[in-house]
């Protein structure tokens, strides 16, 4: 295969609390090092659409990807201390998406939405040293999926559903995955390549 494949997203692409292999992305680098396949993890964390989309053509243009796999949309949909009050509002995010993947339309065909992660509301809300009070909730990340998957539809490309992949017990804060539920995710996602052409 010519070209790389290019990861995109936040911590969980970034393989944040995975302290075995460092992440779903670097254990699909492994993997595919051995099909002299090369894969760029580009998950910054704290990420969320509308900082992706600032950074995304550049690093396809260093990269040059025959495929993009994008992970988005966890942190745009949380609310900082009163709900309503989102990180990234449901229709910037879209217009951010409908972007990105015309951007990436530039360089391949070979585009695939990962989706979120279910969330443990049991762990909400987080207090980081700010003393702001930051919400995650299903309900809230449900209608940021939909946003994605209804691209997706429109648009003929791939999406690879993880709400519902992982226990809490695979979570190492509610939100990040430990390495267990980084293991999930990279077969998930390393089956979907297997079996589509992707890798072709």
């Known amino acids: 295969m010519n070209g790389s494949i290019c990861v995109f ?3 969980i692409v970034w393989g944040a609390y995975d302290s075995e292999k460092g992440g779903w992305v670097n254990r699909l680098r492994i993997f595919l090092a051995e099909k002299d396949i090369e894969v760029y993890n580009l998950g910054i ?3 969320d659409s509308s900082d992706l989309l600032k950074r995304f053509k550049k690093e396809c243009e260093a990269r040059k ?3 993009i796999i994008i992970a988005i949309g966890t942190n745009d949909s949380q609310y ?5 009050n989102f990180y990234v509002q449901i229709d ?7 972007e990105i993947l015309f951007q990436g339309k530039k360089f391949t065909r070979k585009i695939v939405f990962v989706s979120a992660l279910k969330i443990n509301e049991s762990k909400m809300p987080m207090v980081f ?5 930051y919400f995650y909730t299903n309900k809230n990340l449900i209608k940021y999926m939909e946003k994605i998957k209804e691209l997706c539809s429109k648009n003929g490309i791939d999406y690879i559903e993880l709400f519902n992949l992982l226990d809490k ?8 995955p430990n390495s267990k539920g980084h293991e999930k995710i990279y077969k998930k996602v390393k089956d979907f390549l297997v079996r589509s052409d992707y890798l072709k």
């Open 45 to 47: 964390s704290d990420d």
């Open 65 to 67: 990807p025959r495929v």
């Open 129 to 133: 040293e700010d003393g702001k009070k």
């Open 9 to 11: 997203g936040d911590s």
């Open 169 to 176: 017990k695979d979570l190492y804060d509610g939100i990040h």
């Open 92 to 98: 910037e995010f879209q217009k951010n998406l409908d």
């Open 80 to 84: 900082v201390n009163k709900e309503g």
